[in-house]
């Protein structure tokens, strides 16, 4: 190990609260002089710091060199601030960018925690109100699904980021910790299994305390520290390393804990003691610590207004694994709690016995896999007559043989082609399609405009296209000026075709990716796209695209394009080639999204794709998420499948009535507007007394809060609505166990089991069914 306290690293002896390691670690960043109190960096380098001014400013890079302050010396870089954040009403002690959301949550001594919209500041997903002191800590869980805080009032809080509830209030270890500290910086391991606290007592003693995920149990603690500790910092990184004489490695994690006895130790899980321990490192506390994204080496400052580093070697701390070993080691940790839900899945979406028709896009609405017998090849042609008595025979589509389908494809659709027929192109050695002759006379050298029938596949990727006679090919002589006037194609708007809703242009997309901006600016049926490098004012590069651009997405490896006529078009963020030919879905785009090399696209018709942009596209992941969406939008709640009754028939004869006085409704389109349809839907049947439109429309309601996040509250104020008072109230309730002639335990049963088929939602099912079994009981 080296050790290293670099002079030239000062606040003019002021005390250095905060230290933070750039993510390509090759600078770091210091607060403390004046007012700040804690800076952090997030993933795509804005630098977020927070003091006693009650203000959180976000800054960004802006150029080499720069201005001085009066009597100071001169820049060595630029940065910028672009967004001033204000709500809290004190002081703020501690920041933490999300891993894998865009949030950033901010602690202050007002008691509170606030979550911050980072992909459009200053908006505010949340403010956490539930500690009584002042709030020195928070750490977010590296999967995404929980924020811990510590607080002066001698508890730890861990919040759920599905509805920013309170999980767990843990306050045992710090009944005897007195506030003594000017930050409780507690961290959570990199494989999310274990929380560690900052100051906690044990038998008179400071220790850090070890909490475990899930059960939030805390029998094990760092000990050894002879003052309270102020800050833990785990280590991004799982190492991998032979210990104690084995033949096989081991994995484990590695974590930094500063106290105010002027002491950092680091230790490692797999061993009992620290792994080194640097007594007098500083003259006064240490405040706080910060690993380097290599994993080797480590930054600590403190109250003397000194920082001091620490480099590491493979020999001392183990291998560090990389994203994909990590996966493999701990990818597999997911366990069923009741391995009945298996036998529990969401029913297959159905599709109609009627031929499709055929759409003027293209496009051709995408079958999803279901366990139904493969069709056979179609065998029959269809002959014509032209007015001049020539022949004409229409041309038939046959499907490939199901052994060509994607492997990529679900477990279920898997085996339901292992159930079925397969036909093998060598088993007949003769045609057998048929010719119908029919005696209709059609002009010679005109298209028909005969429905044909889409053949049927398992595979959702087989589809089958036509170009539309508006969109063909001009001829040669066309002017090239005259490309705009091209009509973006439209989507088959048939019943069931539509599960997700198509994205419609705007007026400009914008996205922010690693050290650049990209923005698409839609006019006259074309879409511009721009490439700007940190915050040149000048794009790096630019080009304009032949439609109007509907989705953006981008990731430090490459940027996707969704246009209005369906095709997908990838760049390169520094180069502006494309590193691929467009990629076609089998539908419209509902929704784009890029994460490094990997493209993910999810088709109105409910079908998802993942391409891996190299050299070339690669499809990696075909399937279809229509069961997801079921009941996701207005669109699917109405139609054949809303049973009739006075509700529905009332709504038609308003419509009619007012067609000419109202305007049209507007179906809803976001999460919250469709609760709200949803429920008006639910009220209007109850208070109409229409059994089947309420069980309709409850259970559509149920479907839809299975698909969001952040409303497991409102899930559960319906679920115990159905279940009743427990035996001990039952007596002085007045809950009536009917509604609608409808018994409430056996509506309450129907809803569990479409919970059942959501594997996320399995501890909501088994509470409530567990509690539904012993009342009847």
């Not at 080296?2 to 933070?20: E, T």
């Not at 990590?326 to 029913?347: I, R, Y």
């Not at 057998?432 to 990727?461: C, F, L, Y």
């Not at 109230?729 to 049963?749: E, F, N, V």
Request: aromatic share 6%; net charge positive; glycine share 8%.
């Amino acid at each position: 190990m080296k050790l290293l306290k670099p002079n030239w690293v000062s606040h003019d002896d002021f005390p250095i609260f905060s230290v933070d390691i750039h993510p390509d670690g090759k600078r770091f960043a210091t607060g403390g002089q004046a007012c700040v109190n804690c800076v952090r960096w997030s993933a795509g380098g804005l630098l977020a710091s927070g003091g006693d001014d009650k203000v959180i400013m976000i800054w960004r890079y802006h150029g080499s060199g720069g201005s001085a302050s009066f009597g100071g010396k001169p820049s060595v870089e630029s940065w910028r601030c672009v967004s001033t954040l204000r709500c809290h009403e004190g002081d703020v002690l501690d920041l933490a960018w999300a891993p894998h959301s865009p949030w950033l949550a901010s602690a202050s001594v007002d008691n509170s925690i606030i979550i911050w919209d980072a992909s459009n500041f200053p908006n505010i997903i949340a403010i956490l109100k539930g500690h009584t002191g002042l709030v020195k800590g928070v750490t977010w869980d590296p999967v995404g699904k929980y924020l811990a805080s510590q607080s002066d009032d001698k508890s730890l809080k861990v919040w759920s980021t599905t509805d920013w509830s309170e999980t767990t209030s843990i306050s045992d270890p710090f009944v005897e910790c007195g506030g003594t500290t000017h930050v409780l910086r507690l961290s959570w391991s990199p494989d999310g299994q274990y929380l560690v606290s900052a100051h906690a007592m044990n038998g008179g003693g400071p220790t850090a305390q070890i909490i475990e995920r899930g059960n939030w149990t805390y029998d094990k603690d760092f000990v050894g520290h002879r003052k309270a500790v102020t800050c833990v910092r785990f280590n991004s990184n799982i190492f991998q390393k032979k210990q104690g004489g084995s033949s096989k490695a081991r994995e484990y994690c590695c974590l930094a804990i500063g106290s105010r006895d002027r002491a950092l130790s680091v230790w490692l899980t797999s061993l009992k003691r620290p792994l080194m321990v640097i007594n007098e490192l500083f003259t006064h506390s240490v405040l706080d610590a910060s690993w380097s994204p290599c994993g080797l080496r480590l930054a600590a400052c403190s109250w003397d207004g000194t920082v001091a580093f620490m480099e590491f070697t493979q020999q001392e701390l183990g291998r560090p694994l990389n994203p994909e070993e990590q996966s493999l080691v701990h990818g597999g940790f997911t366990v069923m709690e009741a391995p009945v839900l298996l036998n529990m899945k969401p029913p297959a979406p159905t599709t109609q016995s009627q031929p499709a028709q055929p759409v003027s896009n293209g496009f051709s609405p995408s079958v999803s896999s279901s366990p139904s017998p493969i069709k056979a090849p179609i065998n029959k042609q269809i002959e014509m007559r032209t007015s001049d008595g020539r022949r004409r025979i229409t041309p038939m589509f046959i499907p490939p043989p199901p052994d060509t389908v994607n492997s990529s494809e679900s477990t279920d659709t898997t085996a339901a082609i292992k159930n079925t027929p397969t036909f093998s192109s060598t088993s007949q050695t003769k045609s057998s399609i048929v010719i119908e002759k029919r005696d209709d006379v059609v002009a010679p050298n005109v298209t028909t405009t005969t429905n044909m029938a889409t053949p049927s596949t398992s595979a959702p990727g087989l589809t089958l296209k036509r170009r539309d006679p508006t969109t063909a090919r001009p001829n040669h002589h066309h002017h090239h000026h005259h490309h705009h006037s091209r009509k973006p194609r439209l989507v088959n708007d048939k019943q069931g075709s539509i599960v997700f809703p198509a994205l419609k242009p705007v007026g400009s997309l914008s996205h922010q990716a690693a050290h650049y901006a990209v923005t698409v600016t839609n006019n006259q049926n074309l879409a511009h796209l721009q490439v700007f490098r940190g915050t040149d004012s000048e794009p790096t590069w630019n080009l304009h695209l032949g439609y109007s651009a509907v989705a953006l997405a981008a990731s430090a490896a490459v940027i996707a394009v969704g246009l209005e006529d369906g095709s997908i078009h990838t760049f390169d963020p520094t180069k502006g080639s494309r590193p691929a030919p467009p990629l076609a879905p089998p539908a419209p785009l509902a929704k784009l999204h890029a994460v490094g090399n990997a493209v993910m696209v999810i088709s109105c018709c409910g079908a998802v794709r993942v391409w891996e942009i190299g050299s070339t596209s690669k499809l990696i992941v075909s399937t279809s998420a229509s069961h997801l969406a079921a009941f996701g939008g207005a669109s699917t709640l109405v139609g054949s499948r809303t049973p009739r009754g006075p509700l529905s028939s009332l709504q038609e004869a308003l419509n009619r009535t007012a067609g000419g006085i109202m305007p049209s409704p507007r179906p809803p389109h976001n999460g919250s507007s469709i609760v709200s349809y949803l429920e008006q839907q639910l009220l209007a049947s109850k208070a109409l007394g229409s059994q089947q439109e309420y069980i309709h429309w409850f259970m559509a309601l149920i479907s839809f809060l299975l698909t969001q996040d952040g409303l497991e509250k409102r899930l559960r104020i319906m679920l115990d609505d159905l279940m009743g008072p427990s035996h001990s109230t039952a007596a002085k309730s007045t809950w009536d166990p009917m509604i609608l002639g409808i018994r409430k335990h056996k509506l309450l049963a129907d809803a569990l089991g479409v919970i059942g088929g959501h594997l996320r939602w399995q501890r909501l099912y088994l509470e409530y069914s567990e509690q539904l079994a012993s009342l009847k009981s």
